[in-house]
């Protein structure tokens, strides 16, 4: 469910269309999603499951100044995702390993603490635009809305639309209380 | 007007389920300038049995609201990772052949939703079905469908037709 809002009406649309993405992912093993389930790889499309994506000092400026709207989320680091038309991410959980590794290896102090990823919505909800966590799915939502999404909750995205989907995730540590 | 219902007692197996013997597989029809761009045989191609449907499909037809002079039956398969993009159904065969009046399709979905299933119309999402549900839309309701799950994702459609 939506948790929160932020205000973004000074982010342009045409901004978004503006990124520069470093990374195109496919995303087709799901980050271990059906081995670690003993299930079978879909059939996808070659070129379905396919994000477009771009991170920390590769992100644009404006993916920066979103980031600081969220100071509950210690060690965030930011990402901007983008789905073409046609495009999906399938079942997936985030494990964070990037995330867990940095705190190993800088000795963080995560006591008491999770590991969590932001899902900021950069465009009000358009049809075909669509996200599931945990078997939650979202009917309505408004630019500059968020969720969370923690650690073991399946979810998968799709764009059956004719639009662009972009979002902005910002994975860091919070407290659990600070994240309700 | 988009009006939701359930059919009681659904009482599809699974075992009747597995045995669709699809025979068409076919890109779905694009409508606009925009589909053609981003949706392809690759992305957009679905299985789907009309008049070769087995008997308990065409007995779908008996089990929603008697509102209709005439009516056609289909089912479909939307594969893992295909697409029905944004368009509208006409249904100008069955116009054709039964003349003109009000149409619209009966959305009968087979199964419980699973994870990744998607169905939207008019700008309304729809998941979270039981086996049963139906969705009633109209000839110019736009709406959209797609499966980024593991599953096959079957539905029935009955399009009916009330003479003028």
């Given at each position: 469910m939506i948790k929160g809002h932020v205000d973004l009406s000074w982010l342009d649309e045409r901004e978004l269309y503006l990124t520069k993405f470093v990374e195109e992912t496919n995303?087709?093993?799901s980050g271990g999603y059906w081995k670690d389930n003993n299930m079978a790889i879909p059939d996808y499309p070659t070129d379905g499951p396919i994000v477009l994506q771009t991170y920390d000092e590769y992100a644009p400026a404006y993916a920066q100044k979103i980031r600081e709207l969220?100071?509950?989320?210690?060690h965030s680091m930011v990402t901007v995702n983008c789905i073409k038309p046609g495009r999906f991410i399938g079942p997936h959980i985030d494990k964070f390993f990037r995330l867990n590794d940095l705190a190993k290896l800088n000795k963080?102090?995560?006591?008491g603490k999770i590991p969590v990823r932001v899902n900021v919505f950069?465009?009000?909800?358009?049809?075909?635009h669509f996200l599931e966590i945990a078997d939650y799915t979202f009917p309505e939502y408004s630019k500059g809305d968020y969720t969370y999404i923690l650690k073991d909750q399946v979810h998968c995205v799709s764009n059956v639309s004719n639009i662009n989907r972009y979002t902005l995730q910002i994975t860091g540590y919070a407290k659990t209380k600070d994240i309700q | 007007m988009i009006k939701y219902g359930k059919i009681d007692n659904f009482g599809i197996t699974n075992d009747q389920m597995s045995q669709l013997n699809f025979d068409d597989y076919f890109q779905c029809y694009q409508q606009t300038p925009a589909i053609e761009q981003y949706y392809t045989e690759h992305n957009s191609s679905i299985w789907q049995m009309f008049e070769t449907s087995p008997q308990w499909v065409h007995d779908l037809a008996k089990k929603i609201p008697q509102d209709f002079d005439h009516h056609v039956v289909s089912v479909i398969n939307i594969p893992p990772g295909q697409t029905i993009p944004h368009h509208v159904d006409k249904h100008f065969k069955l116009k054709q052949e039964h003349g003109e009046g009000e149409s619209h399709r009966y959305l009968i979905f087979l199964e419980d939703w699973k994870r990744g299933h998607y169905y939207e119309v008019h700008d309304q999402p729809f998941t979270?079905?039981?086996?049963g549900d139906w969705v009633k839309f109209g000839i110019d309701d736009w709406h959209i469908a797609g499966n980024m799950g593991e599953q096959p994702f079957y539905s029935a459609q009955v399009t009916v037709l009330k003479n003028d």
């Open positions: 995303t087709i093993w969220f100071p509950q989320i210690e963080w102090d995560i006591e950069l465009q009000d909800k358009i049809m075909g | 979270k079905w039981n086996a």
